[in-house]
T-cell receptor, first 115, second 119 residues
Framework: AQSVAQPEDQVNVAEGNPLTVKCTYS??????LFWYVQYPNRGLQFLLK??????LVKGSYGFEAEFNKSQTSFHLKKPSALVSDSALYFC?????????????FGGGTRLMVKP | DTEVTQTPKHLVMGMTNKKSLKCEQH?????MYWYKQKAKKPPELMFV???????INESVPSRFSPECPNSSLLNLHLHALQPEDSALYLC??????????????????FGPGTRLTVL
């Protein structure tokens, strides 16, 4: 079984400050990890993914995420937040043994960036 | 181009109506998905098509009927829906279908969704 948790329903940060959106996962094998962003009344946009290799993954719009196997975490980060980053963020996991190619999503974290 | 298109953007229907949602991608992807998303909740998987064949049905009620006419198109036929079926319906696609474990590395690309309201 695979699962993912986003412990914070909402994260508030001031514009220009660094932001972190937390994600922890549970899989039986090795994980494939994804971050998506969703703006109001829109579909999910892919930000970045971790498959293997370097633990620090760089993605779209200046976002990056760090894979930490010992802590089973994949936190999303950005050095300097923009008001336009305000949106709903979803972490997702797929177990390498999951031939069904099914993603399991976390509950989502709403990021609010204030001017 | 990583675009998945969905029509219509909005749909309002009565409980006795029959309607269809359409999804299209021209990226040559061989896996396509339907998700249902309630407000402020994560997407819930409904169906997966792999190489134009239904490979996963997540115990979805029969009032939802998927169809994959070809590798670029995915439809969701709706009949006798209930008000609780009101939601954002998302289509997604990924390059490879179900099978080799390496397909698990594939990214799913989502369309903008259809906002469905059932009266």
């Amino acid at each position: 079984a695979q699962s993912v948790a986003q412990p914070e329903d909402q994260v508030n940060v001031a514009e220009g400050n660094p932001l972190t959106v937390k994600c922890t996962y549970s899989v039986s094998g090795n994980p494939y990890l994804f971050w998506y962003v969703q703006y109001p009344n829109r579909g999910l946009q892919f930000l970045l993914k971790y498959i293997t290799g370097d633990n620090l993954v760089k993605g779209s719009y200046g976002f990056e995420a760090e894979f930490n196997k010992s802590q089973t975490s994949f936190h999303l980060k950005k050095p300097s937040a923009l008001v336009s980053d305000s949106a709903l963020y979803f972490c997702a996991v797929r177990d390498v043994n999951n031939a069904g190619n099914m993603l399991t999503f976390g509950g989502g974290t709403r990021l609010m960036v204030k001017p | 181009d990583t675009e998945v298109t969905q029509t219509p953007k909005h749909l309002v229907m009565g409980m006795t109506n029959k309607k269809s949602l359409k999804c299209e991608q021209h990226m040559g992807h061989r896996a396509m998905y339907w998700y249902k998303q309630k407000a402020k909740k994560p997407p819930e998987l409904m169906f997966v098509y792999s190489y134009e064949k239904l490979s996963i049905n997540e115990s979805v009620p029969s009032r939802f009927s998927p169809e994959c006419p070809n590798s670029s198109l995915l439809n969701l036929h709706l009949h006798a829906l209930q008000p609780e079926d009101s939601a954002l319906y998302l289509c997604a696609s990924s390059p490879r279908g179900r099978g080799p474990s390496s397909a698990g590395t594939d990214t799913q690309y989502f369309g903008p969704g259809t906002r469905l309201t059932v009266l």
